[in-house]
């Protein structure tokens, strides 16, 4: 079982790092499903906007909602995930060599989100490297059973990961 996680100090960084990942590894050839997060900024408000680059076909899926500029609940729209989710189930049912996940958040740690696709990927035998936060790190290592490796986010170093 190949399983890891990484988990850059700066806000957004590890969105960009897995993004960086996921062009060089496409480029290479490798067969990639999963999730790359986009965070656009918005000039009006602090916040950026949430998107998933669903992969390998590059459909783009918001998963932010704009709840005004005086929200604090929590963006995230749940069905756009429960969107991603299934589209990267269906490209796993194709076959890859990488699932390859922005983060594994709230809703993982929650037992939702794509927490069933990162099992069914093990249970094949195909290498999972997922985006990790401070708040849900804890849940990810419970999950993982202590079967996970902490790579730093550094993109050769991740490169080496994957290939080898």
């Known amino acids: 079982m ?3 996680y990484t988990l850059a100090p700066g806000r957004g960084e590890t969105n960009l790092v897995l993004a960086a990942l996921a062009e060089r590894l496409g480029a290479l050839g490798l067969r990639l499903c999963g999730t790359v997060q986009i965070d656009t900024e918005r000039e009006t408000q602090h916040r950026c906007d949430m998107d998933l680059k ?10 932010s909602q704009d709840l005004g500029p005086a929200a604090t609940a929590c963006r995230l729209d749940t069905d756009a995930l429960e969107c991603a989710v299934a589209a990267t189930e269906r490209a796993l049912g194709a076959g890859a060599d990488l699932l390859i996940l922005n983060k594994f958040g709230k809703h993982e740690a ?16 195909i290498p999972v490297l997922v985006g990790a936060n401070k708040l849900n790190l804890a849940a990810l290592q419970d999950f993982a059973g202590g079967e996970i490796e902490a790579l730093p986010a550094e993109l ?3 490169v080496e990961w994957v290939m080898g």
């Open 54 to 63: 669903i992969l390998p076909a590059g459909r783009i899926v918001r998963i």
């Open 2 to 4: 190949k399983f890891a």
């Open 110 to 125: 929650e037992g939702r989100g794509f927490r069933e696709t990162i099992a069914t990927a093990l249970s094949q035998d």
């Open 156 to 158: 050769p170093r991740l």
